[in-house]
């Protein structure tokens, strides 16, 4: 049996780096009194998700670099891996990250969010390019929020490419203001539905982090290869939750015997377009 012990954070909704840092060097601190290897925060928790109603200011590299500086000190101190939700600005416009920070508090990488919801296009770009880490002894991949739950492909990739746990930051809302009461329950939003499938279907863990608030519509938790929620933060309180994950369940059996040369879809002619 191979365990490692990971969390997933609900952190509050921000609109400037000035709420967002200590946030998110809370979360990491208290991921550390966890005694967790890896934590996942919440997509663009820094400053925040430009969706929400408050509007969000336009913030520099810089500014957005000494913000990433300060929750890698965070990292350091506690000795976790940090996944935390960044946007970057390019001339293309502003890209969605999830940056991940060594237990050293060094930058281990990133992963842009290259799905983007039709809804945030007024103020994000695609960014390009698929990868996984390794760190604290596992594998992992990062689904964004949208391409995650939209474009089962994107972890299908993940996971053939070595990944045992998917983490899945984040933004989702209720359309009515209302806040869930039970895990998949037929009346939640799709999201929790999607994050289930994609344990399901690919067999491994899938650490969802999901900002917290009056309306959260989708969870904050860790759910099994079996499709099984095993922890959760509650739906609109701020906190961080950890699970201890068998590694050895996450098999990855699903996703490795899929086929791809016995499924070509053939055209009317019977030739394969």
């Known amino acids: 049996m191979s365990m490692v012990r990971i ?3 609900s952190t509050p909704l921000t609109a400037t780096l000035d709420e967002a840092v200590p946030a998110a060097v809370a979360a990491v601190a208290e991921a550390g009194r966890l ?3 890896i934590v996942c925060l919440p997509e663009t928790g820094l400053p925040g998700h430009r969706s929400q109603a408050r509007p969000v200011a336009d913030v520099s590299q810089a500014a957005l670099d000494e913000a990433l ?5 965070a990292a350091r101190r506690a000795r976790v891996v940090t996944i935390v939700g960044v946007e970057r600005p390019t001339p293309a416009g502003r890209e969605i990250l999830s940056v991940v920070i060594g237990a050293d508090g060094t930058r281990l990488g ?3 969010k290259t ?12 960014g390009t390019g698929r990868r996984v880490f ?11 929020c949208h391409e995650g739950f939209r474009y089962p492909e994107i972890s299908r990739s993940l996971v053939l490419g070595g990944a045992q746990i998917v983490f899945a930051p984040h933004y989702v809302t209720t359309e009515d203001g209302s806040l869930p ?3 998949c329950d037929p009346s939640n939003p799709y999201n929790e539905k999607a994050l289930m499938l994609r344990a399901l279907e690919n067999t491994v863990y899938v650490a969802a982090a999901n900002v917290a608030g009056p309306d959260q519509g989708s969870v904050t938790g860790i759910i099994d290869p079996d499709g099984r929620l095993v922890v959760s933060v509650p739906y609109g309180i701020e906190g961080v939750v950890a699970g201890d994950l068998d590694l050895d369940r996450a098999s990855r059996h699903l996703a490795l015997r899929w086929a791809p040369g016995r499924n070509t879809v053939a055209s009317s002619s019977g030739v394969p377009p």
């Open 115 to 126: 799905q983007i919801d039709p809804s945030e296009e007024p103020n994000y770009v695609a």
């Open 134 to 144: 390794t760190a604290a002894g596992v594998t992992f991949g990062i689904a964004i």
């Open 181 to 183: 009461e039970r895990w």
């Open 7 to 9: 969390a997933v954070a």
């Open 35 to 37: 005694g967790v290897r």
């Open 69 to 73: 500086r300060e929750v890698a000190e």
């Open 110 to 112: 990133e992963q842009a």
